[in-house]
């Protein structure tokens, strides 16, 4: 868990973008939202779940950043709100 931490704090987002998601990860709830951005069923562990928001927000990051006209900048936020507290979630599991 502390390798999918470390790869968390590598991430570096426009500032606006981290801000509104901190903000959105206040009201952040893992039963609604997850399966929203991951698929319904089974909810997967923190760490896998937390990958695979790793991944679509990577590429959504190359769409943002390639200003492709699919990208979606509140799908972005929501990816990335979804990081956030899953995260801190995690951390919170561990301590």
């Known amino acids: ?5 470390s790869m968390l704090s590598a991430i570096h987002r426009p500032r ?3 801000r509104a998601a901190r903000f959105g990860a206040q009201d952040y709830r893992r039963e ?7 698929g319904y ?5 923190y760490g896998a779940a937390l990958m695979q928001l790793m991944e679509m927000e990577s590429a959504l990051n190359t769409q943002r950043k390639g200003d492709d006209a699919a990208y979606c900048l509140t799908r972005h936020i929501e990816v990335l709100i979804a990081i956030v507290a899953e ?3 995690m951390r919170t599991a561990q301590g």
Not at 1 to 5: E, T, V, W
């Open 87 to 89: 995260a801190r979630i």
């Open 16 to 18: 606006l973008l981290m």
């Open 32 to 38: 609604v939202h997850l399966p929203r951005l991951l």
């Open 41 to 45: 069923g089974k909810l997967p562990r």
């Open 1 to 5: 868990m502390q390798d999918i931490l």
